[in-house]
């Protein structure tokens, strides 16, 4: 399984981003995806996660409302549409998939400025 995000970078607060996860070899036994992000000094975080092929997903307290998790199964690629951006939503994020015991993407830093 290999992961590749893309997507961050720096935005005022109020601002908008959007990040994109393309995903290979996915198995069946893989049936949920996610973002995670770290910011320093704190724990990684799971902000978004979205069942392949069923749609349900489930966000944090900190983002519902103002981001955005899809998957376009046939580009095989996740997406994540952050609006209303924070600057306490400054960290690395990841795509996920499988879940913590799964696999990770290099991660892409998303930096909001005041």
């Known amino acids: 399984v290999q992961l590749v995000e893309s997507g961050g970078g720096l935005v005022q607060a109020g601002g908008s981003l959007r990040l994109s996860c393309a995903a290979s070899g996915i198995t069946f036994s893989i049936n949920h995806m996610g973002w995670y992000r770290q910011a320093p000094g704190k724990q990684r975080e799971l902000v978004a996660a979205i069942i392949i092929g069923g749609g349900i997903t489930n966000y944090a307290d900190s983002v519902k409302g103002r981001f955005t998790i899809s998957r376009d199964n046939v580009k095989n690629t996740m997406y994540l549409q952050m609006n209303s951006l924070k600057p306490e939503d400054t960290a690395v994020y990841y795509c996920?998939?499988?879940?913590?015991?799964?696999?990770w993407g290099q991660g892409t830093q998303v930096t909001v400025s005041s």
């Open positions: 996920n998939a499988g879940g913590p015991m799964g696999y």
